[in-house]
């Protein structure tokens, strides 16, 4: 399948290491957001969602943090693991059906 | 149960052609959307239905691209005298409801060439 982002900015951390994903996202009126992770050759998958009334929430391994300030998101993976390498992408809703992607961030993970 | 399911998984056409690319969604979700990825972006929202009407097609480039969902399920994306600027993965994504916010589960996408 189709390998995506080969010039995307990469994060590269040690297998047990805590990883850290940060995305800007660009509507003040976005209150509504998503994480997904997307392997080699698949689409997106859904990691977690934040609505802007919240500033964290936690899943399984993952965090997500929500700085409506900066219009600031990032997502934390805890004891990364060699599952995790891919490609991590951000995405915002402000109340229609349009979700807005971010560009991603390669995840590699060293084992 | 089986996911989203799109054919075919790769489509290399010349430039010039016509093309469709076929989304099965998850049996029962009534909301599907597709979405555009170029390499090194994030997909792009193309349009997006609500059963059988396509309640907001604002993200199609242009009138080249049609979208249909005939019965509420199975959607065509068309691209009608296809040039090289579309090859990109062309990704179908179907969600339970209408409701902003419903978790939409992603297909693999078709990856299309235009030679």
């Known amino acids: 399948g189709e390998s995506v982002g080969l010039h995307l900015p990469t994060l590269s951390v040690q297998e047990g290491d805590n990883s850290i994903i940060n995305c800007a996202y660009s509507?003040?009126?976005?209150?509504?957001f998503i994480w997904y992770k997307q392997e080699s050759g698949k689409g997106p998958q859904f990691i977690i969602d934040?609505?802007?009334?919240?500033d964290k929430r936690q899943g399984q391994r993952v965090t997500v943090l929500l700085n409506k300030t900066v219009k600031h998101l990032s997502l934390q993976i805890a004891a990364t693991q060699p599952g995790d390498s891919a490609v991590y992408f951000c995405?915002?809703?402000?109340?229609?059906?349009?979700?807005?992607f971010g560009t991603g961030t390669r995840l590699k993970v060293l084992a | 149960g089986a996911g989203v399911s799109q054919t075919p998984s790769n489509k290399v056409t010349e430039k010039g052609k016509y093309v469709e690319l076929r989304c099965d969604p998850i049996?029962?979700?009534?909301?599907l959307y597709w979405y555009r990825q170029s390499l090194g972006q994030g997909p792009e929202f193309l349009i997006y239905?609500?059963?059988?009407?396509?309640?907001?097609d604002s993200g199609l480039p242009n009138d080249r691209f049609f979208a249909v969902r005939p019965e509420g399920s199975v959607s065509t994306l068309k691209i009608q005298r296809t040039e090289r600027g579309d090859s990109a993965v062309y990704l179908c994504?179907?969600?339970?409801?209408?409701?902003?916010?419903?978790?939409?589960?992603f297909g693999p996408g078709t990856r299309l060439t235009v030679t």
């Open positions: 994504a179907s969600s339970r409801d209408h409701r902003r916010g419903g978790e939409q589960y």
């Open positions: 934040i609505r802007s009334n919240m």
């Open positions: 509507n003040s009126a976005s209150d509504y």
């Open positions: 049996s029962g979700h009534t909301a």
């Open positions: 995405a915002e809703n402000s109340g229609t059906y349009k979700y807005i």
């Open positions: 239905f609500q059963g059988t009407g396509a309640a907001d």
